[in-house]
């Protein structure tokens, strides 16, 4: 198999931005020096932090976090958008899955037996203490993150034996390369709609979620490890 050459650099931490609106969001208020594209993924510094994004699948999850390990990454937060399950839940609102369950062909391929991942317990701590401090609100629970949306958009049933909030692309993966490389992670979710409701718009409260969320990442990326 045909890999480019990985770049040799090395840094603390990295902050993962899934979304390509919310990269160009972070870009416009705090200067990255772009180092690398790998495999369509832009890599930025910030000091002893790396900024990777945007992130479209489970696939370029692996991709970057051999990466990210070989550059001796030892702490991962990431961002990114997802589809309410949970009738509860609604659009705007910030989520941080606290479980996520699996139905990604990566997974399959690290832990064969299993479809239950984990964030890093110490790095969720770091982060609803940050956020609480900012008097940002947010929601916690389970994440299912698959490979195709659609079928769940229109209608089908959760796999048996999953009680889900939240439905992503990518949040488990993230959580089991973490696990398999030794790296710790946690992540963060914009809700941005509502899974079989069909809509083409972002939710009106974004832009301010993203203004005082802002902040944090600002302090995450700038805060030595």
Known sequence: MYLPKIPDFEAKKALIIAPQPELNFLKAYLPLDLITTYLGIRIFRRGNTLVCGPLFSAQMAGSLFELLARAKVREVLFLGWG????????????????????????????????????????????????LARLNLSYKKGAILSVDFPFPYE???????????????????ALFALGEYYSIEVAGLI????????????????????????????????????
């Open 190 to 225: 914009f809700i941005t709609d509502k899974v079989g409701e069909l809509s083409q718009s972002l939710p009106e409260n974004l832009q301010s979620l993203r203004q005082r969320l802002l902040p944090f990442l600002r302090s995450f990326i700038e805060k030595d490890a």
């Open 83 to 130: 589809g309410a399950l949970n009738k509860a839940f609604n659009k705007g609102e910030l989520f941080l899955p606290t479980r996520a369950y699996s139905k990604l062909g990566l997974t399959k391929e690290l832990y064969p037996k299993r479809r239950t991942f984990y964030p890093s317990g110490k790095l969720l701590g770091k982060l609803e203490t940050e």
């Open 154 to 172: 229109k209608g089908k049933g959760l796999p048996k034996g999953v009680k889900a909030d939240v439905l992503d692309l990518e949040a488990s």
